[in-house]
Nanobody
Framework: QLQASGGGLVQSGGSLRLSCVAS????????MGWFRQAPGQDREFVAS????????LYDDSVKGRFTISRDNTKGTVYLQMSSLKVEDAAVYFC?????????????????WGQGTLVTVSS
């Protein structure tokens, strides 16, 4: 139900845009989020957006560099990543929240995509 794409290899300081296509039936009234997981690390919250895009949340580590957005007509949520750092390298997962308003906890999310790999070289 969730298909993430857009990952790849980028140099430090570069940019990438991730996309996540969701079933409109399951996502148009739900908040959406992005998480990431580096090797040997727990999956961590990156950003989330409310059902109508009016409210967003960011982890402090990405605030000012990443922007989450959504287009409900396309059933798609985006994560624009700029000024990438080596420590941003991870598998990025999109997820559909249980409610219309977003949260930071993994338990706030019901459906998960398969992940897309972001590699950042120094």
């Amino acid at each position: 139900q969730l298909q993430a794409s857009g990952g790849g290899l980028v140099q430090s300081g570069g940019s990438l845009r991730l996309s996540c296509v969701a079933s409109r039936r399951t996502s148009s009234n739900n908040a959406m989020g992005w998480f990431r997981q580096a090797p040997g690390q727990d999956r961590e919250f990156v950003a989330s957006i409310s059902w109508n895009g009016a409210s967003t949340l960011y982890d402090d580590s990405v605030k000012g560099r990443f922007t989450i957005s959504r287009d409900n007509t396309k059933g798609t949520v985006y994560l624009q990543m700029s000024s990438l750092k080596v420590e941003d390298a991870a598998v990025y997962f999109c997820a559909t929240a249980r409610s219309s308003y977003s949260g930071r906890r993994r338990s706030d999310y019901l459906y998960w995509g398969q992940g897309t790999l972001v590699t950042v070289s120094s």
